[in-house]
């Protein structure tokens, strides 16, 4: 493992995915026990994705007190039945939101009316004030779905409705969640970066060679909205876990 340090983003590099995924969960762990030891439930938000499976998979074997945690995820596709395979809701349910009894698991549901959609999941937010975000970043630099076009650093909203850029939808292609591009929806609900940097600590997890160029742009780059991720560099509280692959890209380990 190789620990560096980019601004405020403690980095480190794993050889594999495998221990990525146990590192990050075993710190995360911890974290989850320290707070719990201040707070009697704490808040956290989950990403959907294969990226996160490493992770997810090590973290749903911890021995937490998991009756104390209210869990929620960062988006949602406009126009899929909750709970479908292809609904990042399905995604966690199979990952790890049926797998443990969560004090309570708050789902975005894409077939509800988007706009009062997004203003329930944003009350929820705002009375489950979230302790830890577990995201990754997408191949063209997002945060949950705040793509380049939309992202906003100073987003007056906390969940948005926003129409997905194409590297995005082809990632879902690439990531085997769709079979072709015109079966991913264009539009999707999600929390805004403000909503996700809201929380104390923030746990990203990022393996895999499609991820390099924007695992490079997020940690090296200039903190700017074409690259959402490199928001992270000012947050204080980061912790990122990636892989080989995923830093064969970056220049330095300043």
């Given at each position: 493992m190789i620990y560096k340090r980019y601004k405020e983003i403690d980095l480190k590099i794993f050889n594999s995915r495998e221990e990525m995924g146990e590192a990050a969960a075993k710190e995360a762990s911890e974290v989850i026990v320290e707070l719990l030891k201040h707070k009697e439930f704490i808040s956290c938000i989950f990403a959907a994705a294969p990226s996160q499976q490493e992770f997810l998979e090590a973290l749903s074997k911890e021995p937490l007190p998991w009756n104390r945690i209210n869990a929620f995820h960062m988006d949602e596709y406009i126009g899929l039945q909750q709970g479908s395979p292809e609904s990042f809701s399905g995604f966690l349910g199979s990952a790890i939101f049926n797998k443990l009894?969560?004090?309570?698991?708050?789902?975005?549901?894409?077939?509800?009316?988007p706009d009062e959609e997004c203003k329930r999941y944003a009350s929820l937010l705002e009375s489950y004030s979230p302790d830890i975000v577990f995201m990754g970043i997408g191949e063209n630099g997002h945060i949950a779905f705040n793509d380049p076009g939309v992202a906003d650093f100073n987003d007056p909203y906390l969940v948005k409705t926003v129409t997905l850029d194409h590297e995005c939808r082809m990632q879902q292609v690439n990531d085997k969640c769709f079979p072709s591009l015109d079966k991913v929806p264009e539009e999707a609900i999600t929390l805004t970066i403000p909503a996700l940097l809201s929380a104390p600590y923030v746990f990203c997890i990022v393996p895999g060679i499609r991820k390099a160029k924007a695992t490079a742009a997020a940690l090296e780059g200039e903190v700017e909205e074409k690259c959402p991720a490199s928001i992270l560099q000012r947050k204080k509280g980061c912790r990122m876990y990636i892989d080989k692959d995923s830093s064969s890209d970056l220049k330095s380990y300043e």
């Open positions: 009894p969560f004090c309570s698991v708050n789902l975005i549901n894409g077939l509800e009316k």
